[in-house]
C-alpha cells in the first residue's frame, strides 16, 4: 500500500514551459486535492476534485489546470511556467469531502522555474 | 471566511523541556481543527484533530490539543519534547462548506540537546 505517489520528484522548468504533475492514491479515495507550499505562507489550495468526474478551484487556482483521470490519478498542469511558480506541490486524497475527513498526503514535487 | 492564525513562525525548546504551539482560528460554522506535521522533505501527516465531542484530543506521539470555542483556541501541546519532534507544525480548520480545510503559515520546532 503506497498511499499517495507524485512524479516527478523534482523538476527544473525554463519560463514558459510546460508541464504536467502526476498524482495518484491506492487507497480508494473519492476525494483529491493539489497544494503548493511556499516559505511562510503555509499550504494553499490550488484545486481539489471532491469526486470522480468533478474538479473545483481552491485559493490559488491561476496558471494551472487540473485533469482527475479515473479515481486513482490526479493531475495538476502547468501551461506556461513562471518564475513565481516556483513552489513544493503537495497532492493529498481522503475518503470524502467532509468535516472529520483526514487528508493524506504525497511526498511533494518541487519545482524550481527558472 | 475561516482563517487560522499560528503564533509564531520558530518555536525553540530543550529536549525534556514543554512544547506548546499556539493555534487560533475565525470561523463562519462550527469548527472541525486539524494539526499537521512535516518533517524535513516529506509530505504532511495528521497528528489529530477535533471533530465534536470531548475537548481534549489526543494525538500520535504524545501530542494533545484542546478546543477551547471561548478562546477560538486549538494549541498543541506535549509535555516532554524528544529531538524527534523536530518539524515544522500546521493548525488546519475546515471551510464552511466543509469540503477543503485552510492551514496556517506553519510553525518550525527546534529541539536543542
Known amino acids: 500500500n503506497a498511499g499517495v505517489t507524485q512524479t516527478p520528484k523534482f523538476q527544473v522548468l525554463k519560463t514558459g514551459q510546460s508541464m504536467t504533475l502526476q498524482c495518484a492514491q491506492d487507497m480508494n479515495h473519492n476525494s483529491m486535492y493539489w497544494y503548493r507550499q511556499d516559505p511562510g505562507m503555509g499550504l494553499r489550495l490550488i484545486y481539489y476534485s471532491a469526486s470522480e468526474g468533478t474538479t473545483d478551484k481552491g485559493e490559488v487556482p491561476n496558471g494551472y489546470n487540473v485533469s482527475r483521470l479515473n479515481k486513482r490519478e490526479f493531475s495538476l498542469r502547468l501551461e506556461s511556467a513562471a518564475p513565481s511558480q516556483t513552489s513544493v506541490y503537495f497532492c493529498?486524497?481522503?475518503?470524502?469531502?467532509?468535516?472529520?475527513?483526514?487528508?493524506?498526503f504525497g511526498p511533494g514535487t518541487r519545482l524550481l522555474v527558472l | 471566511a475561516q482563517s487560522v492564525t499560528q503564533l509564531g513562525s520558530h518555536v525553540s525548546v530543550s529536549e525534556g523541556a514543554l512544547v506548546l504551539l499556539r493555534c487560533n482560528y475565525s470561523s463562519s460554522v462550527p469548527p472541525y481543527l486539524f494539526w499537521y506535521v512535516q518533517y524535513p522533505n516529506q509530505g504532511l501527516q495528521l497528528l489529530l484533530k477535533y471533530t465534536t465531542g470531548a475537548t481534549l484530543v489526543k494525538g500520535i506521539n504524545g501530542f494533545e490539543a484542546e478546543f477551547k470555542k471561548s478562546e477560538t483556541s486549538f494549541h498543541l501541546t506535549k509535555p516532554s519534547a524528544h529531538m524527534s519532534d523536530a518539524a515544522e507544525y500546521f493548525c488546519?480548520?475546515?471551510?464552511?462548506?466543509?469540503?477543503?480545510?485552510?492551514f496556517g503559515k506553519g510553525t518550525m520546532l527546534l529541539v536543542s540537546p
Open positions: 488546519a480548520v475546515i471551510n464552511s462548506g466543509y469540503s477543503t480545510l485552510t
Open positions: 493529498a486524497s481522503s475518503e470524502s469531502v467532509g468535516p472529520g475527513e483526514t487528508q493524506y
